[in-house]
């Protein structure tokens, strides 16, 4: 955790942002309501740093990761700053977009074998992203995606470019779908949950792996989960999402030991860790709130244990009690 935390710093210091948030809101609009998904996102990511988004399913985790490489449906109102690498995205046109996606930012979807196209080989599938961004020769792309898939640790690399996603075992396919996402060298690199369908055993080799290809790189990695576990193997600052909204950010160590809102509170307290033995795990009452039509104040206050009347009143402000450290909270100390 020490040399997570040293690269964090390392990472930050002096670092203009690779990934620059200012008020993100996203709304998916129908004839019959409004999903108000994302609901004013500040996010900063410096080069070579990993953050991790954590929360329940439905706080807005993949959809804002989304909105920075523009994924998502026309159905999706977006409003706020995107900048990633001091570009505009909200601004670039289709064809820019082309070149920055896979280019500059690359993701790694959860489920491979939707993302991996599956009439065309794995060496195919790496070796035309390197194509189509490096302008390279076929031959030249073909020899960049076996050292790819060495890279990334799959077996027998060289019989695996032949193979087609459905004769992969699903680590190796997410081992492919990492050697895809890294064909060009991406400064940024978007992970939505890519180790939950795997085993324990086998997400534990693939988080490794790509902590190991993040130092090797420098890239700058979000990482979307919903397993404090996770977070603690590969993150170097958390940001905690609860209805659309970051309830609080800070370095990962700190956030583990000492979590200042009550929703990471009750998230630690109902994950199981070595120093839980005898004692029973906490629960987090309720469910989270229709994005349609959100609470009046603290979206969490009906689910708190901490809750008094004037957390219903007002939409609490963004509190720092340490230059580091974020939470949205009326308890927190700290200037606002």
Not at 9 to 25: C, E, I, S
Not at 209 to 222: A, P, Y
Request: charged share 25%; hydrophobic share 45%; aromatic share 2%.
């Amino acid at each position: 955790m020490s040399e997570v935390m040293d690269r964090a710093a390392v990472a930050a210091a002096g670092a203009a942002p690779l990934v620059r948030l200012r008020d993100l809101h996203v709304r998916f609009v129908t004839r019959d309501r409004t999903v108000h998904a994302v609901n004013g996102v500040d996010m900063d990511l410096a080069p070579g740093e990993v953050l991790c988004i954590l929360g329940e399913s439905g706080s807005g985790k993949s959809v804002t990761l989304r909105a920075l490489m523009r994924l998502l449906p026309r159905t999706a109102k977006v409003e706020g700053r995107i900048e990633v690498a001091g570009r505009d995205v909200q601004a670039m046109t289709e064809r820019e977009l082309a070149d920055f996606r896979g280019g500059d930012v690359a993701m790694i979807f959860q489920e491979p074998m939707t993302a991996l196209d599956p009439v065309f080989t794995i060496g195919r599938q790496i070796a035309e992203t390197v194509e189509r961004h490096e302008g390279v020769s076929r031959r030249a792309a073909e020899a960049r995606a076996l050292e790819l898939l060495e890279l990334v640790q799959i077996p027998s690399a060289k019989r695996r470019l032949s193979a087609y996603p459905h004769e992969l075992s699903g680590g190796l396919r997410q081992r492919a779908m990492i050697a895809v996402a890294l064909a060009c060298r991406p400064k940024l690199l978007l992970a939505d949950e890519p180790t939950t369908a795997l085993d324990a055993t086998v997400q534990i080799q693939v988080l490794l792996l790509l902590r190991s290809l993040q130092e090797q790189m420098g890239m700058g990695v979000i990482f979307v989960t919903h397993d404090l576990g996770v977070a603690g193997e590969i993150a170097d600052r958390v940001a905690v999402m609860y209805a659309g909204k970051v309830v609080e950010e800070g370095p990962v160590g700190a956030m583990m030991r000492a979590p200042l809102h009550p929703y990471p509170k009750g998230l630690l307290g109902a994950t199981v860790h070595a120093g839980l033995r005898g004692r029973r795990l906490t629960t987090i009452p309720g469910a989270p709130p229709s994005l349609e039509t959100l609470p009046a104040g603290c979206a969490f206050a009906p689910r708190c244990p901490e809750a008094e009347p004037a957390c219903t009143a007002d939409d609490p402000a963004p509190r720092r009690p340490a230059p580091d450290r974020m939470a949205r909270c009326i308890k927190v100390p700290g200037r606002a």
